[in-house]
């Protein structure tokens, strides 16, 4: 592991030197630096910045949403009752997600920002786009079972890993950063970027830019909402394909949707063509599988992933019937 | 012999100390001005080593590698003879070590340090119309490549019901929980070892071999597992030796779990034909199992896969044969029931579909190919329960009624399945020696150079030790784990508790009737008049999944394992072993791969994250029980191997389930979503 400096952040305006980086929990960047991919040269660990900032809170907002602090860790989010009773798809989604331990490190802002477990990316003696840009990616022939059907790019099959972030792009959720450029706030769905001919970048993110806070709006579909997640064995595993669905139907016709599906993508990947088909459709089987196969037209498998579309069609469908 | 203590579930010695944490492991003995070793990794399949450079940045006490490296003696494994040659055999071979005063620098310096390496092309894929592919002399340890009996080609075409199918399972992984690990020091020229091995005397010969010295003793005093890949010594330890003397300093080595995917040994993968030729009744009439498998360009390492199917069925007509392939990839090696695991899975799924061709319940199927005495050898077993392990698990499992046809049973999401396998495994012993000494207080020093590596064998050894003498447990002190010891034989091929508990039976005895204060018994010549044929332990395995109908996730509902393997010494012990097989076997079925990427000529997923082995939540409701089997023939104890016939079968009856669930057969190992989803869509 290269050298590095470590210090504990002083506040929100630390660690915009070049090289530096903000630590979470550690749980992905350590694994990275261990792994010699990631090569930072300052530390900035956020995790005791000052409690008046809320960063480690979560709070109930004026519209009847909640603020979750960026430093929050994965295992209060999914327990929190707020969380539970009002948005259960975010808690399923924690949940589902890594094993008890990590949750228990994970936190808000770092699970957005975890990388690609893609497994050429994660080593350091391979060539990757994501690592090394311009150095190949040999994911396309090589193993990428796992790897994206939507959106990728000549340059890059990586998919986005975390669960909760597919989550948090069913609930319209935002996030709040502070940088050089001061504060501002990004929709979650458009934080994460595709990878297009610039794959190393993940986010739109700056430089020293640091997540403060993730707002969910108040949101009376996701009430009933939902996320469910296939994968290679029954926990601790990434997901294959994951659907994070809120529904509302009224008189056997869908009133309101917000769908979202993980490890398809580049980032977590908003369904909004399928949204569109479903608004005003009869709720139902045949229905739900217009949905998918509409957003899943535009679909490429590789060799060995294309059998994700056929999962997405079907799981899309188990879980908005799951919500009728 | 009394057995007081033999059969009861005395809880490990060792126990306490695991559980607090005390029980030092071979990388935790703090040593005065310890040094640090991490190995670097060729990163190229086949190349030529032209020269190391380090970063001048970093601090370090030495760089090592064939250039500089001191020279050692050939210790009959070229995997030992580490930074001896520019050679590169493999992607994750050592080629070079650095040596530093922390872990941190060294870590941080092989990682910098500069490769210049003349690139040569390389070849990793093993395929079954591969032109270089040979019959080798043997396979492991001493079998013959093939065998044959009969005319199988005339069986098979005059058979009324046949199957031919090809099976193939992929590389698998050691990763026990404790990495491989060495700390050494010399003193003068006696070298120490606290080395994390199945075989601290092995050990200790082959580096005083390739050290050239004599006084070499390995410490071994707790294992965490080794499933075969510590059976014999690894570059670890030689490395660690060599930087060790050229630092003039204690050096420690433990891998880092990605390295173990490379150099500590694998299972092969396998491509296995099997030919099954039957009357319409059942009757086997011909058998052919064709196993390919690689090695390295290294060395020769032959797994067995086809031999258990020599002595499973009846059948006139027979025909056993290995393939062999050289890759420019890592030497396979042992890992829990080489051979066994890989071929009993194909040969039980087959006759799974050959039970379906027959429309015949698949355990009436094997009870009617029962053979009364070797198929091929004609050696009478020394004692074979298999049927018996067929019909008490079929009555405890619940398996009467069962209807034979796939897919038909349906609980909301999850088509339900049910699947039975055959198993067997050698029931061997080895050479070992011990020594019992009675002390003045009366308590019973019982010393033996054995290892044990999570077994129980600790405690098993009091059993017996406590038996022999007619005394109490609690008498008895087990002195195992160092080469200084009396001599024992590696704790691998399920053979510890049978050699070990000998030695000691015999040394206990011979205290006893001498009346004198110590005892040492060496069981080679009783072991040399052996028959090796007829003896086997065996078991059937039954299994329920359940597979998701919208995802094609498998989940395992139940699994239960009958076993025939002798007399159990320690109930408690033994019930974890069958199980921890019977979970690794799940694994076998439903999880672990290396995912080859031939263009790197390595393994991409190497890592516990990425490799998948069973999680606590994919084990749901596991059995294992036993038959009282009596065995006065094998050894005083009467008891059979039972570290590795769990892993043997499991994996075809949770594939034989898969498919009565689904009515998809997938022939190629691991089953995962990917393989059954475009046959379940609807």
Redesign the interface.
């Known amino acids: 592991?290269?050298?590095f400096e470590y210090r504990a952040a002083t506040g929100l305006a630390d660690g915009l030197e070049p090289g530096a980086v903000f630590l979470g929990g550690g749980t992905n960047l350590v694994d990275l630096m261990k792994?010699?991919v990631a090569t930072p040269d300052v530390l900035v660990d956020v995790n005791r910045l000052a409690p008046e900032l809320g960063f480690g809170a979560i709070s109930d907002r004026p519209d009847g949403g909640l603020r979750i602090g960026a430093g929050v860790r994965n295992s209060d989010l999914a327990a929190d009752p707020r969380v539970r009773e009002r948005y259960p798809v975010l808690s399923s989604a924690l949940l589902a997600g890594a094993?008890g331990q990590l949750r228990n490190m994970a936190t808000t802002g770092g699970n957005l920002l975890q990388r690609t477990?893609c497994?050429?990316f994660?080593?350091?003696?391979?060539p990757c786009n994501k690592h090394t840009p311009g150095s190949g990616c040999?994911a396309r022939?090589?193993?990428h079972?796992n790897l994206a059907i939507l959106g990728a790019s000549e340059s890059c099959v990586a998919t986005h890993p975390s669960d909760m972030a597919v989550a948090l792009v069913a609930l319209d959720a935002v996030v709040n950063t502070s940088g050089p450029a001061g504060e501002r706030s990004i929709p979650v769905a458009d934080l994460h970027r595709l990878p297009g001919e610039q794959p190393d970048r993940d986010t739109v993110l700056d430089h020293g830019e640091l997540i403060t806070s993730v707002d969910l709006p108040a949101l009376d579909v996701a009430a009933n909402s939902f996320y469910r997640k296939?994968?290679?064995?029954?926990?601790?595993?990434f997901a294959?394909?994951s659907v994070a669905a809120a529904l509302r139907v009224e008189d056997g016709v869908v009133r309101d949707v917000r769908l979202a599906w993980g490890a398809v993508a580049h980032k977590p990947w908003r369904a909004r063509i399928a949204e569109d088909r479903l608004l005003g459709a009869p709720a139902g089987r045949a229905s739900f599988l217009a949905a998918a196969d509409a957003e899943l037209a535009r679909a490429e498998g590789l060799r060995?992933n294309a059998?994700k579309i056929?999962?997405m069609r079907?799981?899309t469908a188990?879980v908005l019937e799951h919500l009728s | 012999m009394t057995t007081a203590n033999i059969g009861a579930p005395l809880a490990r010695r060792e126990g306490p100390l695991k559980v607090t944490g005390a029980a030092a492991y071979a990388a935790e003995y703090p040593q005065d001005d310890v040094a640090y070793g991490w190995v670097v990794t060729s990163p190229v399949p086949h190349g030529r080593l032209r020269s190391v450079i380090a970063d001048p940045a970093d601090t370090v006490l030495a760089v090592l590698w064939h250039g500089n490296a001191p020279r050692i003696a050939e210790a009959g494994d070229p995997e030992l003879a580490v930074l001896q040659s520019d050679r590169i055999s493999y992607r994750g071979q050592p080629v070079a070590l650095v040596v530093a005063g922390t872990l941190e620098e060294a870590r941080r310096a092989a990682q910098t340090v500069q490769l210049d390496i003349e690139v040569l092309p390389h070849d990793a894929v093993l395929r079954p119309d591969h032109p270089d592919l040979y019959t080798p002399q043997q396979v492991n340890p001493a079998f013959p490549a093939t065998t044959s009996a009969g005319d199988v080609e005339a069986a098979l075409s005059d058979s009324e019901v046949s199957v031919d199918v090809v099976y193939e399972t992929p590389a698998l992984h050691n990763n026990p929980m404790e990495p491989h690990a060495t700390i050494a020091r010399w003193d003068g020229d006696s070298l120490t070892v606290h080395d994390s091995n199945q075989h601290p005397s092995g050990i200790a010969a082959t580096l005083a071999e390739a050290f050239s010295v004599e006084r070499v003793r390995v410490i071994t005093e707790h294992v965490g597992g080794g499933f075969g890949s510590k059976g014999t010594a690894r570059p670890n330890a030689v490395l660690a030796a060599m930087a060790a003397r050229v630092v003039e300093r204690p050096v420690k080595i433990a891998l880092p779990r990605q390295q173990m995917f490379s150099i500590v040994g694998h299972r092969t993968p396998t491509i296995q034909r099997i030919r099954l030729g039957a009357t319409t009744d059942g009757v086997l009439t011909a058998i052919d199992h064709q196993a390919t498998s690689q090695t390295s360009r290294l060395l020769e390492f032959a797994e067995q896969t086809a031999v258990s199917t020599r002595h499973m069925y009846a059948a006139p007509n027979r025909h056993t044969t290995h393939r062999l392939l050289r890759l420019d990839m890592p030497t396979p090696r042992w890992m829990r029931a080489p051979g066994e695991a890989p071929g009993m899975f194909a040969l039980e799924c087959a006759m799974d579909e050959l039970a379906e061709k027959l429309g015949m319940d698949p355990i009436e199927l094997r009870i009617r190919n029962e053979p009364d005495a070797e198929p091929e050898s004609g050696t009478p077993f020394t004692s074979r329960h298999y049927v018996d392990c067929l019909r008490r698990g079929a009555q405890r499992f619940g398996w009467e009624g069962r209807d034979p046809r796939p897919r038909r049973r349906r609980e909301g999401d999850w088509w339900i399945g049910t699947g039975v396998a055959g198993a067997t495994y050698p029931t061997m012993a080895q050479p070992s020696t011990a020594r019992v000494r009675k002390r003045d207080d009366g308590r019973f020093e019982v010393s033996i150079g054995a290892a044990d590596i999570g077994t129980g064998a600790r405690t098993i050894l009091t059993q017996i030790a406590a038996d022999a003498l007619s005394t109490d447990a609690s008498a008895i002190d087990i002195r195992i784990g160092d080469s200084s010891l009396p001599k024992a034989s590696v704790a691998g091929g399920s053979s510890g508790s049978a050699s070990w508990g000998w030695a000691v039976t015999g040394a206990c005895r011979e205290l006893l009737a001498s009346g004198g204060d110590e005892a040492v018994f060496d069981t080679t010549d009783l072991i040399q008049q052996q028959e090796t044929d007829g003896r086997h332990a065996f078991g059937a395995h039954f299994a329920e999944v359940r597979v998701d109908a919208v995802t094609g996730e498998v989940r395992v509902s139940r699994m239960l394992g009958m076993f025939a393997a002798g007399r159990i010494l320690n109930p408690r012990t033994a019930r974890s072993q069958f199980l921890g097989g019977m979970i690794m076997g799940m694994g076998m079925a439903l999880h672990e791969e290396g995912v080859l990427d031939p263009a790197f000529g390595e393994w991409v997923n190497h890592d516990l994250a990425e490799y998948h082995i069973p999680a606590h939540a994919d084990v749901e409701h596991l059995e294992a029980d036993w038959l009282d089997e009596h065995d006065d023939q094998i050894n005083p104890m009467g008891s059979k191997g039972i570290g590795e016939i769990g892993i043997v079968g499991s994996p075809a009856a949770i594939v034989n389930a898969v498919w009565h669930a689904t009515g998809i057969r997938v022939r190629d190992l691991p089953v995962r979503l990917d393989k059954l989803l475009p046959d379940l869509l609807e």
């Open positions: 592991m290269k050298t792994l010699g094993s477990r497994r050429y994660m080593d350091a003696s391979k040999p022939d090589g193993d079972r296939a994968r290679d064995r029954a926990s601790y595993a294959v394909g060995d059998y056929g999962l079907n799981l188990w």
